[in-house]
């Protein structure tokens, strides 16, 4: 099993530019998330699913959008990307409480 | 949103020592999880606790499952330097699916 993966590691954008972050599961997870991480803020949830096709948001969605047609994939995508979304993401899947963390994708928007 | 409020924030120790953390909360959690992150990695899922009460070890490592529901320690004896980094406690409060992350404690080790 490869656990969580995430593509790619490291990103550059300029404000106004749009990418997709990229999180795949092989544990046949049904949960599934999406966190940012900034310094001296801990892991704030962006937004999750608890099954294919089913997504809600966090709590700091706004100016990310995500889908779920897979029980293993599961992409954040920036719209706009601005220099307040520079930050650590990180994707999870995981059951009953218990979420295993992707290596993450350090994200700089200038 | 939901807090939990994780304390202390940092820890300067000696190699040797034991190290006691905890999290609080107002809110009632069904499930209590520990995490470890290094430097650059994600974090590392150490214990889940399901049950109030719960007392569970992992090697150095013991947490428990306060009977209120509220609350949940981890403790770490006899410290070595690999337990350096940042530890995140993290609730489920009941009929939520999504967690509550701890602000995080950063412990360092003086050799």
């Known amino acids: 099993n490869a656990g969580v993966t995430q593509t790619p590691k490291f990103q550059v954008l300029k404000t106004g530019q749009s990418m997709t972050l990229q999180c795949a599961q092989d544990?046949?997870?049904?949960?599934m998330s999406w966190y940012r991480q900034d310094p001296g803020m801990g892991l704030r949830l962006i937004h999750y699913?608890?099954?294919?096709?089913?997504?809600d948001q966090g709590e700091v969605p706004n100016g990310y959008n995500v889908s779920r047609s897979t029980t293993e994939d599961f992409p954040l995508r920036l719209l706009s990307a601005a220099p307040s979304q520079t930050s650590v993401y990180f994707c999870a899947s995981g059951q009953r409480g218990g979420q295993y963390f992707g290596p993450g994708t350090r994200l700089t928007v200038t | 949103g939901q807090q939990l409020n994780q304390s202390p924030q940092s820890m300067f120790i000696q190699e040797g020592e034991d190290v006691s953390m905890n999290c609080t909360s107002s809110?009632?959690?069904?499930?209590w999880l520990w995490y470890k992150q290094d430097p650059g990695e994600g974090p590392v899922l150490l214990i889940a606790l399901y049950k109030a009460g719960e007392l569970t070890s992992n090697g150095r490592l013991t947490a428990q499952f306060g009977i209120t529901r509220k609350d949940s320690f981890l403790n770490i004896s006899a410290s070595i330097p690999s337990d350096v980094g940042i530890y995140f406690c993290a609730g489920l409060l009941q009929g939520a699916q999504k967690l509550v992350f701890g602000q995080g404690t950063r412990l360092t080790i003086n050799p």
């Open positions: 544990m046949n997870h049904e949960y």
């Open positions: 809110s009632i959690f069904n499930t």
């Open positions: 699913s608890v099954g294919a096709g089913i997504t």
